[in-house]
């Protein structure tokens, strides 16, 4: 089994910074792309940022210049920058990864909790 656990959301008002970290652990065979995720209240969850295991990244038009996504393959840790925040960013934010474990070879989906980040006016 893989558990991903994120960490470092809060409240912030707008302009400011966060870091947004997840670290996968469990029975991890291979750890593919990561990504983060968003869920606004009442819409629907999408794509903040993905990163793959050869430091490719892909960012939604909404968070570029914003936001940095970075990895670290040894750690299995996957961070999220968040810089100029602004009011429309607060959502709970997901981490996701596509892993295969020991017990499986074949890559599946893998989510965090989500964690909350709000940002004020």
């Known amino acids: 089994q893989v558990q991903l656990v994120e960490s470092g959301g809060g409240l912030v008002q707008s302009g400011g910074s966060l870091r947004l970290s997840c670290a996968a652990s469990?029975?991890?065979?291979?750890?593919?792309?990561m990504r983060w995720y968003r869920q606004a209240p009442g819409k629907q969850r999408e794509l903040v940022v993905g990163?793959?295991?050869?430091?490719?990244?892909i960012y939604a038009d909404s968070v570029k210049g914003r936001f940095t996504i970075s990895r670290d393959n040894a750690k299995n840790t996957v961070t999220l920058q968040m810089n100029s925040l602004k009011p429309e960013d607060t959502a709970i934010y997901y981490c996701?990864?596509?892993?295969?474990?020991?017990?499986?070879?074949?890559?599946?989906?893998?989510w965090g909790q989500g964690t909350q980040v709000t940002v004020s006016s």
């Open positions: 996701n990864a596509l892993v295969a474990t020991t017990a499986s070879l074949i890559f599946r989906d893998y």
């Open positions: 469990g029975s991890i065979f291979r750890l593919n792309d």
């Open positions: 990163i793959t295991s050869g430091d490719k990244t």
